[in-house]
């Protein structure tokens, strides 16, 4: 079944290590997104990326970073964890045409935990 | 960052009831989506919704995007265990453009009572 997968389920680093989080689809979606959430909060989007063109979010610390190598595979960094960037972090993905533009499915999500 | 008025913010309900819950916005959007998320799990797409008065079910869910445009609700008939979790609504609105940004709602907590 098309998906879209994130690697790994959980995470645990420790305060100021540098963290790579990943996702990838076989959906051929051209659009991915990472949003960070919060316990019993809704997801909040950092950035996204239209095929190759990188889209961040007014209010995306400096600390999170994205790179997205090709089609179906897209990493959030988080260069120098805080305990504050504790969260479950989600990847998703659209296909931008027509009336599937708004649609975004989401990957199972990776809980990050910061000691 | 902006988010839609969802309510109620939490349902404690038997099994076999049936669920309704809402969404309403300042804006116009043209596109209201449903989702569910499971704990520890990312959120599932229920329902998409693109025009002002579209009534679509999904199997025992049924959800309406309203005629101004600035709400969106969902309902669930005869509830089951599996039903629990929280729901969000989500909108695109007018001219979004390349953004493809979607603003969700503050979520609905359904917790059944077998």
């Known amino acids: 079944d098309a998906m879209v997968i994130q690697n790994p389920r959980y995470q645990v680093t420790q305060f100021g290590k540098p963290v790579t989080l990943s996702c990838s689809q076989t959906?051929?979606?051209?659009?991915m997104y990472w949003y960070q959430q919060k316990s019993s909060q809704a997801p909040k989007l950092l950035f996204h990326?239209?095929?190759?063109?990188?889209?961040n979010e007014a209010d995306t610390p400096d600390n999170f970073q994205s790179r997205r190598p090709n089609t179906s595979f897209c990493f959030l960094d988080i260069r120098s964890p805080g305990l504050g960037d504790a969260a479950m972090y989600l990847c998703a993905t659209s296909l931008r045409g027509w009336r599937l533009y708004n649609e975004q499915f989401f990957g199972p999500g990776t809980r990050l935990t910061v000691l | 960052g902006q988010q839609l008025n969802q309510s109620p913010q939490s349902m404690f309900i038997q099994e076999g009831e049936d669920v309704s819950m809402n969404c309403t916005s300042s804006?116009?959007?043209?596109?209201w989506l449903w989702y569910k998320q499971d704990p520890g799990e990312g959120p599932v797409l229920l329902i998409a919704l693109y025009k002002a008065g579209e009534l679509t079910s999904n199997g025992r869910l049924t959800a309406q995007f309203g005629i101004t445009r600035k709400d969106s609700f969902l309902n669930i008939s005869a509830s089951i265990p599996s039903d629990v979790g929280i729901y969000f609504c989500a909108g695109h609105g007018l001219g979004g453009g390349a953004t493809n940004k979607l603003i969700f709602g503050t979520g609905t907590l359904l917790a059944v009572q077998p």
């Open positions: 990326y239209y095929d190759k063109d990188f889209n």
């Open positions: 804006s116009i959007f043209n596109t």
């Open positions: 959906l051929n979606h051209n659009v």
